[in-house]
């Protein structure tokens, strides 16, 4: 079967139950990516919800979300999918929404999305 979003085809989909105060990491192993690796971190100074992505300084091709306050047991997602680079001489995008459990971690559900072919120009 193959599922499409507009124009974009669904690579994967799936849901994952993460364990409190524990990352979750994305092996995608592209051409730019070889990780998406997930924080979550719960802070009274910042309003509202944020997300923060950065190259991991130490690690070759790993890109490393840090989710802060999202913790809404009705869930919180992304508006538009969020790019993040290259798969397969495709554009790859994340889309997500996270749910909190108690003292318990996130549960988040994911699509990744393949936009249009990229050139090598």
């Not at 192993?29 to 998406?36: G, M």
């Not at 809404?72 to 538009?80: A, E, I, Q, Y």
């Not at 790019?83 to 929404?97: A, D, E, Q, T, V």
């Not at 549960?107 to 050139?119: A, M, N, P, Q, R």
């Amino acid at each position: 079967m193959k599922i499409k979003i507009g124009d974009y085809d669904v690579l994967d989909t799936g849901s994952v139950v993460g364990n409190l105060n524990e990352s979750i990491d994305f092996e995608l192993n592209s051409e730019v990516i070889r990780t998406l690796r997930l924080f979550f971190v719960d802070d009274e100074s910042t309003k509202g919800q944020k997300v923060f992505a950065k190259k991991n300084d130490t690690e070759s091709r790993v890109i490393e979300m840090t989710f802060t306050n999202y913790n809404n047991s009705l869930g919180t997602g992304n508006n538009k999918p969020i790019s993040l680079g290259i798969y397969k001489g495709r554009s790859l995008f994340f889309n997500f929404r996270i749910y909190s459990i108690d003292k318990a971690g996130k549960h988040i559900h994911y699509t990744w999305l393949l936009g249009k072919e990229v050139s090598d120009e």
